[in-house]
């Protein structure tokens, strides 16, 4: 079976305001499933990155939702979201 790392589901939140990013990823990596937080300011190339181990898929969409509530409360827009699908990164 081929490893591959491309995020199975992606999103990116903006807050024009302020010019400030949120994105989410959530992947596999070598270890089991990934969500991959990263945000900061568009206008800089300063910015912050944390990871979070899941202990499943299902686990790692349900982190994602909470993130997007959360987004959502603090007055970001909603300016990409991708789902790939399981079996098209794992072939």
């Known amino acids: 079976m081929a490893m591959s790392?491309?995020?199975y589901l992606k999103f990116r939140w903006e807050k024009m305001s302020n010019h400030r990013y949120y994105e989410v990823y959530l992947a596999r990596d070598l270890f089991g499933w990934?969500?991959?937080r990263v945000w900061g300011?568009?206008?800089t190339a300063?910015?912050?990155?944390s990871h979070c181990p899941c202990?499943?898929?299902?686990d790692g969409e349900l982190k994602i939702f909470a993130i997007q509530k959360q987004r959502k409360q603090h007055g970001y827009q909603?300016?990409?979201q991708e789902v790939n699908s399981v079996e098209k990164n794992l072939e």
């Open 41 to 43: 300011r568009k206008s």
């Open 5 to 7: 790392y491309e995020p």
């Open 34 to 36: 990934c969500v991959t």
């Open 46 to 49: 300063l910015g912050q990155l």
């Open 78 to 80: 909603l300016i990409t």
């Open 55 to 58: 202990d499943n898929y299902r």
